[in-house]
């Protein structure tokens, strides 16, 4: 007899298996995910097995579609990958904040309201970017006094939070008077009355 020695090596790679998967953004913009989200069940006839997933962290500007690739390696060294779709999305509504507003109507008897003069310092907590738009923004002299007007803030995303201000509508222009002359006569009883529409000129 005799005795030798004999080397087994492995060097089969691991079977790596994707998954696509949705995350979504907490309220800091931020998310993170590791093998467990996008692992569909890869093996290694040897084991055990250790993953990475690079990216594995996103944010607001990551907002959609993201190709990420899975490494799946085992114990001798072996390795390899696969890409997943993770799709990021932000479902959290920004907050709506309104404040009163007074606006004046102009010589033609309208006024305009910009949706910024009824906004009271509106955010998104996560991704920060808003728009802003109101249920109503011309006003003529029908609308003199105060009207609710419903201010939209809405996010990079589509989320959209609403509140209710207050808007004045003042007329502060005089009117025109423009004067006649007129003739008239005295009764019997020695008077005479006039209206003011008798001397109106327009």
Do not use: H, W
């Not at 069940?41 to 055990?48: E, I, M, V």
Request: proline content about 3%.
């Amino acid at each position: 007899t005799c005795l030798a020695v004999v080397t087994v090596n492995d060097v089969t790679a691991p079977t790596t298996l994707c998954k696509d998967t949705t995350v979504y953004l907490d309220a800091t913009g931020n998310v993170a995910i590791d093998s467990s989200y996008v692992d569909n069940g890869s093996t290694d006839a040897c084991g055990p097995l250790s993953m990475t997933v690079i990216p594995n962290t996103f944010t607001c500007s990551n907002t959609g579609t993201n190709t990420i690739t899975l490494t799946v390696s085992d114990g001798s060294g072996n390795s390899s990958t696969c890409n997943s779709i993770v799709t990021v999305l932000d479902t959290l509504r920004p907050t709506a904040i309104c404040k009163s507003a007074t606006i004046q109507l102009d010589p033609t008897g309208n006024a305009t309201l910009a949706p910024m003069q009824i906004d009271n310092g509106s955010f998104d907590g996560n991704c920060v970017s808003v728009t802003l738009s109101a249920s109503k923004t011309a006003f003529t002299c029908a609308d003199t006094g105060v009207n609710n007007v419903t201010l939209y803030v809405t996010d990079a995303s589509g989320n959209v939070d609403s509140c209710v201000a207050v808007v004045t509508v003042e007329d502060n222009i005089a009117p025109n008077a423009m004067c006649q002359n007129d003739t008239v006569y005295l009764d019997a009883t020695g008077n005479v009355s006039i209206t003011g529409t008798q001397l109106d000129g327009g």
